[in-house]
């Protein structure tokens, strides 16, 4: 059981980091000073972007049950 929360961890993280990446930046931070400030033709809250939206907030909900219920294993294992 272990075993596979850490896997399902180690996924969730790498799709965050992803998911993270790929959503546009809403300037006046980081994203300004490496050039992401620049605002494109698209613009706007699209269907793509909502969608972005919930799937990064799902997999976030994921990863932090994930986290929870490899605390609760190792607490278990250890006592």
Do not use: P
């Amino acid at each position: 059981m272990i075993l596979a929360s850490s896997i399902v961890l180690i996924i969730t993280s790498l799709l965050m980091v992803l998911l993270v990446l790929m959503h546009k930046g809403k300037g006046g931070g980081l994203s300004d000073m490496f050039g992401g400030g620049i605002s494109s033709s698209l613009g706007g809250s699209s269907v793509v972007e909502r969608n972005l939206d919930r799937l990064t907030v799902a997999t976030g909900v994921i990863w932090f049950a994930s986290i929870v219920v490899l605390g609760f294993l190792f607490k278990a294992q250890g006592a």
